[in-house]
């Protein structure tokens, strides 16, 4: 059974009739990646509402998936979860309020693709490719786009800043997607952060173990574990993506030592329902994956279909609250201009006298004796 209850597809390599050695080689993957509506065919038929998106939203944002991405689409289903998050609809054209750069990441970056948002740690976007372009993409307004691309020169000036600059403890590597890279361009990367002292932590972001996970290979996790401590947050959005190859790719990581934590959109449709998103989270845990944070979808071009309202967000983890393990549940944020802001039910119901009272995961209301 796969982790949906369905029964296990037949694998994709076998499906299109290519070896298991190509299949599972992940340069053949991003080689021979989808890139437009014939190509999907030999995945899922796609819709007219799908054909006439690939064609008209080409030049708008990026369509690419990655030949293992799409073999896990149900061909049966023109709602599948792993579709709606790669396939465009015509729906994208209709969005009244969304922007390019609702965190206003242009105006916070001190140089090129650097976003410093907080004191003493930074986004840095060191690469412009994915393995595939999830439509709701916060970077939608650069990934995939030539302009955004880092040459080498650009991320030296990157790491001059980062030199220069003694507050920063913490970098996440990101983009695009910084496993992209070639493990020379990445050891290089990595080798020139080692030598800033007051760098402490590098984490990289990366949808690699979900979209892509044969490029989690032995060689990668030693370079990796060669830089530690080095984290990792990846980004699986529902249960269906908790696949034995992604299994394999985060065990590999979690065997060389790197906590790999889970970054999440809340996305309508998708997993915004309890039921969807503690099958997901509780599927992470088992591959000893910790859910880090659930975002609500920012208010970016193209996306109102994959809007939630946040009160709706914030019931889905109140439902969770008291029926899973704790640290299966992930923070709900909305990410601002100003930083993170948790969205939580509000426990704390307040003072009265000297007592603290606080709501239950069940709704039940205790009183805490907590004199000022
Ligand atoms: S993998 Fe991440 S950076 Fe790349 S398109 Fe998807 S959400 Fe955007």
Redesign the pocket.
């Known amino acids: 059974m796969t982790p949906s209850g369905g029964p296990p597809p037949e694998p994709g390599w076998q499906r299109l009739g290519v070896s298991q050695e190509d299949w599972q080689h992940w340069p053949w993957q991003m080689r021979e990646r989808v890139r437009d509506a014939r190509a999907l065919a030999r995945f899922v038929e796609p819709t007219d509402d799908e054909v006439a998106a690939i064609e008209r939203l080409a030049d708008r944002f990026h369509f690419v998936i990655t030949p293992y991405y799409a073999s896990l689409m149900d061909p049966e289903d023109p709602d599948c979860p792993i579709r709606r998050q790669v396939v465009p609809r015509t729906a994208e054209q209709d969005d009244p309020v969304g922007v390019a750069d609702p965190l206003d990441e242009v105006a916070h970056s001190p140089v090129k693709n650097v976003i410093r948002v907080y004191p003493d740690r930074i986004a840095f976007c060191v690469n412009n490719e994915?393995a595939l372009?999830?439509r709701y993409?916060?970077?939608k307004r650069m990934?995939g786009d030539e302009e955004w691309t880092m040459k080498k020169r650009e991320l030296e000036v990157a790491l001059d800043w980062i030199r220069e600059t003694a507050e920063i403890r913490d970098v996440l590597l990101t983009?695009?997607?910084p496993l992209v890279f070639s493990d020379d361009r990445l050891g290089w990367l990595l080798a020139e952060l080692r030598t800033i002292p007051h760098v402490e932590i590098i984490r990289l972001g990366t949808?690699l173990p979900v979209?892509l996970p044969f490029r989690v290979t032995d060689d990668l996790c030693r370079l990796l574990a060669d830089h530690h401590p080095i984290w990792v947050n990846t980004?699986f959005n529902h249960p269906r993506e908790l696949t034995p190859e992604a299994a394999h790719a985060c065990d590999r990581l979690t065997r060389a030592g790197i906590p790999v934590g889970n970054q999440s959109v809340l996305l309508a449709g998708i997993n915004d329902d309890a039921v969807t998103m503690k099958q997901l989270c509780e599927g992470l845990v088992k591959l000893r994956v910790r859910p880090y944070y659930c975002y609500q979808a920012q208010l970016l071009e193209g996306t109102a279909h994959f809007r939630v309202p946040i009160e709706r967000g914030v019931d889905v983890f109140r439902e969770l609250r008291g029926r899973t393990s704790g640290f299966a549940i992930p923070q709900y944020v909305l990410d601002t201009p100003y930083g993170k802001v948790p969205l939580s039910h509000p426990y704390l119901r307040g003072r009265e006298g000297d007592d603290i009272v606080v709501e239950a995961f069940d709704g039940r209301l205790w009183r805490e004796h907590n004199p000022l």
């Open positions: 994915c372009y999830c993409c916060l970077r990934v983009g695009g997607d949808r979209t980004h």
